[in-house]
């Protein structure tokens, strides 16, 4: 059974940075289409990252900001944070996207202006 834990999240203030991380256990990541998506209190889950044979692809407000990343040694997923701004407050959630698709538990990521 695959199981994704994220940690990493965390609170800090506006310019900081944090950086998540997304354990894959069950299976090897090479076999996902691994990305983050994060859910703002009273909105939609949203698409931030993803990272896969092609490439990496980010939503516009985090581009030059963030970076994903994967470590095929250790199966294991990363969103890294930069200069982080208030908008980008929200639960993070990792996911692992291949004929079924699994996420994580999801990590709270509060920055404070």
């Known amino acids: 059974q695959v199981q994704l834990v994220e940690s990493g999240g965390g609170s800090v203030q506006a310019g900081g940075s944090l950086r998540l991380s997304c354990t894959v256990s069950?299976?090897?990541?090479?076999?996902?289409?691994m990305g983050w998506y994060r859910q703002a209190p009273g909105e939609d889950r949203q698409f931030v990252a993803g990272?896969?044979?092609?490439?990496?692809y980010y939503t516009d407000p985090v581009k030059g900001r963030f970076t994903v990343s994967t470590d095929t040694s250790t199966n294991t997923a990363y969103l890294q944070m930069n200069n982080l701004k208030p908008e980008d407050t929200a639960v993070y959630y990792c996911?692992?996207?291949?004929?079924?698709?699994?996420w994580g538990q999801g990590t709270q990521v509060t920055v404070s202006s």
């Open positions: 990272i896969n044979q092609a490439g990496t």
């Open positions: 069950g299976d090897t990541i090479r076999n996902y289409r």
């Open positions: 996911t692992a996207g291949g004929m079924i698709d699994y």
